[in-house]
């Protein structure tokens, strides 16, 4: 078992500046090379806390504040637009990014696009449903339409 400090926040495993252990084989072929986890040592409980700090700036503070962001986004349709061809299949794919930006312009607030969890890659135009993680224990369903450009 390897122990671990996430950089990012993983489904299933945790959030920035938790301490994990996880088999080998996996930290060394997916979490360590993509960058969401360094390894941990005595020393890195400084970066630790950097960590921790950093993501209470970012996070939203208060449960409150939490649900009253999930009712706005759930009752706000959110559009994005991308080239497509005639089928009305995209030229590639609609990203967590672009969709946080959309959610922005259309006047809601502003989410950090690793929060968006999108179950298959938008790649047509249509209505899909997005996952939103706001809060450790609210997350919101947000409804994105894919328009032709």
């Known amino acids: 078992m390897a122990k671990l400090i996430l ?3 993983v489904t299933g495993l945790g959030a920035p500046g938790d301490v994990i252990d996880v088999k080998d084989g996996y930290a060394r072929n997916y979490l360590v090379p993509r960058g969401l986890a360094t390894a941990w040592s005595k020393g890195a409980e400084k970066e630790v806390t950097a ?3 950093a993501r ?3 996070e939203i503070e208060t449960l409150e504040e939490a649900r009253a962001v999930r009712d706005s986004l759930q009752g706000n349709p959110v559009t994005v637009s991308a080239k497509s061809g005639d089928s009305g299949r995209l030229f590639g794919a609609i990203t967590t990014a672009e969709i946080a930006d959309a959610v922005k312009a259309a006047g809601g607030p502003s989410i950090d696009r690793r929060k968006i969890e999108v179950a298959q890659p ?3 135009t ?3 449903e ?3 993680r706001l ?3 609210v997350s919101a369903k947000l409804t994105v339409k894919v328009v032709a450009a």
Do not use: F, N
Request: charged share 40%; glycine share 4%; aromatic share 4%.
């Open 130 to 132: 997005v996952q939103v």
């Open 126 to 128: 249509g209505e899909y």
């Open 135 to 137: 809060h450790a224990e």
């Open 122 to 124: 938008i790649k047509a």
């Open 51 to 53: 960590i921790r700090r």
């Open 56 to 58: 209470k700036v970012r």
């Open 7 to 9: 950089t990012h926040e």
